[in-house]
Structure formats: structure tokens, C-alpha cells
């Protein structure tokens, strides 16, 4: 599997080169990701399939606004009504340069509140792989940044959340944790900004 990270955000690509630069599989390209030809792109969606704004607008632009409607029926026959965010969706694209689309929500809704202070790259990025891996046709996934557009994530901790989650899925360093306080430790390490208590 060869998975590309996909930005026109110059701090983003260093961002992403601190972490991921010795790993061999990961390829770093500067540039649109719509003209990447791939068999999966990854769509940084919402938890109800709205791709109507940011990277999801340039996706529906290329590969078509029937692709929106596709998504949200899917997501509106899950048990839950909608894709939570730590889970992804893949579906056929029909075009022949990007055969599928992931969608992974990093936020439930659009919105820019909170999002910098959670944890939601960690837990979309976690999704994505997890998808990518399960289909056999996918050898190839081009990721944007994750929480970086509307959520306004920093890059450096954006980065480090995709990270710690490749590290996870794809290379199997899986978490441990022997005390909740580890689990906390953890949590701090995945965004600093974050809060734990509020009293």
C-alpha cells in the first residue's frame, strides 16, 4: 500500500515531512490532490456527508455531485443515522483515476469550534487506514490534511495525530495502557492544547 499526503499548505508539507519523512511507504506531494491519479482519495468529510465546501467541494467538482447524494443515503441507512467521527465509508467513484473515495468525518458538523483542541485528525486517520486496508482493489490512497481547513488544527499537531496513527494501524505499535493516567498522558501528548479538567 502506498499512501501519499496531499497539501498545497507549505507548513503542512514540513509538518508532515518531521514525522513521516523515513517511512517508506509514505509519499509527501505538494500540490492538488484532485489530479492525483490514485485508486482512493479521502474525502475529510462530516459526520452527515455534506460535500459542499473546502476539499469536499473540489471533490464534487471532480468526480461529480452525484457522489454527495450516494454518500449521504449510505449514511443516513447506517443504525446511527450518520458517520461518526473515528469511523470512514468507502465508495465507488466510477471515475477510472480515482476508482474510490474514502470518507472519513473529522467533525460532526462543519464547524471551526473546537476541532484544533481535539483529537479528531488521531481518530479520522485511524478510519482511513482501516478502510484503505479492507478493500483489495485499493493500493494506492492520496490523504489531505486532516483538520487543517475548516477546523484550523495546527499543522505540527495535526501531523503528529496522523502520525501516532499510522504508527498504530499501519505498523502495529498498538497502545497499552496500564493506568488511566497513561491513557491521559497519551491524550496530552495527541494535542497539548486540549483540555482534561475543567475543575
Known sequence: MQYILSAIDPALIEAWKAFFSDIPNVVIHEGDITKLKVDAVVSPANSFGFM???????????????LERKLMDRIKALPEGELLVGQAMTLETGDPEIPYLISAPTMRIPTNFNIDTSVNAY?????ILIAANKEPEIQSVAIPGLCTGTGRMDPKIAAKQMFYAFEEIVNGKRMDFEAFGDAQKYQRTLNPTGMIWTH
Do not use: H, T, V, Y
Not at 459542499?52 to 452525484?66: H, V
Not at 481518530?123 to 478510519?127: P, R
Open 52 to 66: 459542499d465546501g473546502g476539499l469536499d467541494l473540489a471533490l464534487s467538482e471532480r468526480l461529480g455531485w452525484d
Open 123 to 127: 481518530l479520522a486517520m485511524k478510519a
